[in-house]
Each structure stands twice: as structure tokens, then as C-alpha cells.
């Protein structure tokens, strides 16, 4: 495996491991407050959190350079498209998870992204090697393990996760497009502004009745904003300009293992072997997926 691909895919882990331990603050903030008042304002602090990050870290350009123009230009509609995909799966996310309070089956759901995002890649001829196949095969079997308690039934609340879960496969697919060639923190801050809008709009016409008690949720507000989305989303965007869509979303599955083991932390209570062998297929499925370049080769392209 190549370097650059390595850092990457560790970036897109860390990434994970932040949205699996906040997973607690979303749940919390949703005991509070409705899901697009949550998004409004988690977004609003992402925001506002990047855009000092973006003037500090930014190098100088010559802006009047094609190049910079081109860069601009890519930035900007790749933040547009990723901030209304980012809008609309976390509202069916956090509308999921108000509606159905069963968080392993949430969790679950949410994360199939994994089986659909190859799947939207072979429309636009992403070739993934035989093993990554064999890795989205078998990781949704380790999700199930993981996070589904009881047997597996459908009902409104799963139909809105799946939609989330679609949707976050097509937010992957435009961030594997847009990022190799955008800035990646200024992006990540204009898709906050854009669902953070769109989130405020919502807010305004369907829980008005919750302005007021934003503040009651501060806590689970600033860590979700400036950890779950200003880091997080942002690392997201920086590592996959160096790994393929499914790889990436295979990585961040990795989600659902961090908030099994945040959770058994904070709850200081172990793991049932059920949901430990979970995590030990979603690992080899991880694994598997980030194989050398020399076992993944041409001819096993399918």
C-alpha cells in the first residue's frame, strides 16, 4: 500500500472513531431537541469552528492563476452538492433515530452505505478489486452482529435510515469527485453553511417551538459541531483524495465498532461475545479491503 493511501485511510479511521463516540450527544441532543433544530445548530458551530482553521492553515496563491480559479470553482459547487446531500441524510438520520429510539438497529441501518456506494461506483466505472468485494460482503454480516439486539423487522423509522443511508452513499461519491481537486477545509465549511441554512429554514417552518431551548443542549451541541462535524467531515473530505469511494466507506464503518466500545466505556459494561465477533469481521473486513495494491491487482478487477 502506498503511503499517501495509508495516511489517508488512517485519517478516514479517526474520522469514524469521532462520529462513533458522538454517537451519545446525538441521542442526548435528540432527548431535547427535534432533528433539524440538532442539524442547525451543529452545523452553524462546524462552520464557524473551520472558517479561522481555513485562513490559518491556507497558502498563498496567485489568485488570478487558472489553476486557483479552477480550484475555486471546484470548491465551491462541491461544497454546494455536498452540503444538500449532508443536509438531507442527517435529517432522515436524526428523524430515524427521534422516531425509532433503537440505536443498534439505527446504527446498522445508517451505515449500509457500505454496500451502496460500490454499487453507485460502477456507474461511473469505479473499479474495486475481488477482495474489496469479498469485504462488502461480508461487513454488513458484522454490522448485523454488532448492532441488531433483537431479530430484524421493518418499520418507518428503518425506511428513513435507509434513505440516510443512500443518501450518505451519494455524499461519499461527491466528495471521491470533488476533493483531489478543492480545498478541502473550505469546502468542508461551505457544505456546513449550506445544510446549516437549509437546516435553519426547516427549523423555522417544523420546530420553531425549540429555538428557545438550543441552549439546553449546548454541551451535545459543541461536541457534535466541532468534533462530529468540523473535524470529522473534514478529515472525511482530506482522506478520500487518496483512497478509493468503497475503501472509504468501508473505513468508516468503522463507526459502529467505536460507538459499541465508547459505549461499553461509558456504560462500563462488557460487550456480549455476539456483538465482539461483530467486531472482529467488520476488522477483517477493513482488512481486506486495504490489501496491498500487488495482491489487489488488474486481474482481479471485476
Not at 153 to 178: E, G, N
Not at 279 to 302: G, Y
Request: hydrophobic residues 55%; charged residues 15%; aromatic residues 12%.
Amino acid at each position: 500500500m502506498k503511503m499517501k493511501s495509508f495516511g489517508a485511510n488512517l485519517i478516514l479511521i479517526l474520522a469514524a472513531f469521532i462520529w462513533g463516540s458522538a454517537f451519545v450527544a446525538q441521542n442526548s441532543a435528540g432527548d431535547i431537541l427535534g432533528a433539524f433544530s440538532i442539524n442547525f445548530a451543529r452545523n452553524v458551530v462546524g462552520s464557524a469552528v473551520l472558517i479561522p482553521v481555513y485562513f490559518f492553515f491556507s497558502r498563498k496563491e496567485d489568485k488570478k492563476t487558472p489553476e486557483y480559479k479552477l480550484k475555486m470553482k471546484n470548491t465551491f459547487i462541491g461544497g454546494l452538492f455536498c452540503g444538500l446531500a449532508l443536509f438531507a441524510a442527517s435529517a432522515f438520520q436524526q428523524l430515524g433515530i427521534n422516531i425509532g429510539k433503537d440505536e443498534g438497529k439505527a446504527g446498522f441501518i445508517t451505515v449500509m452505505y457500505v454496500v451502496i456506494v460500490p454499487l453507485i461506483g460502477l456507474i461511473f466505472k469505479k473499479r474495486v478489486s475481488a477482495l474489496t468485494w469479498l469485504a462488502v460482503a461480508i461487513a454488513p454480516v458484522g454490522l448485523y452482529f454488532l448492532c441488531i439486539e433483537k431479530g430484524f423487522s421493518l418499520a418507518y423509522a428503518d425506511i428513513l435510515l435507509l434513505i440516510c443511508a443512500f443518501i450518505f452513499s451519494i455524499h461519499i461519491s461527491v466528495i471521491d469527485h470533488f476533493s483531489p481537486k478543492a480545498d478541502g477545509v473550505l469546502m468542508s465549511c461551505v457544505q456546513f453553511f449550506v445544510a446549516g441554512v437549509l437546516s435553519l429554514v426547516c427549523m423555522l417552518v417544523f420546530e420553531a417551538e425549540y429555538i428557545r431551548v438550543i441552549p439546553s443542549a449546548w454541551i451535545e451541541i459543541l461536541y457534535l459541531g466541532i468534533m462530529s462535524s468540523g473535524v470529522a467531515y473534514t478529515l472525511q473530505i482530506i482522506g478520500q483524495k487518496n483512497t478509493n469511494p468503497t475503501v472509504a466507506s468501508i473505513l468508516l464503518s468503522l463507526e459502529s465498532v467505536f460507538a459499541m466500545i465508547c459505549g461499553a466505556i461509558f456504560s462500563q459494561t462488557m460487550p456480549d461475545s455476539k456483538k465482539i465477533l461483530g467486531a472482529v469481521i467488520i476488522f477483517a473486513a477493513v482488512i481486506l479491503a486495504q490489501m496491498p495494491a500487488k495482491v489487489q491487482s488488474a486481474k482481479c478487477k471485476v
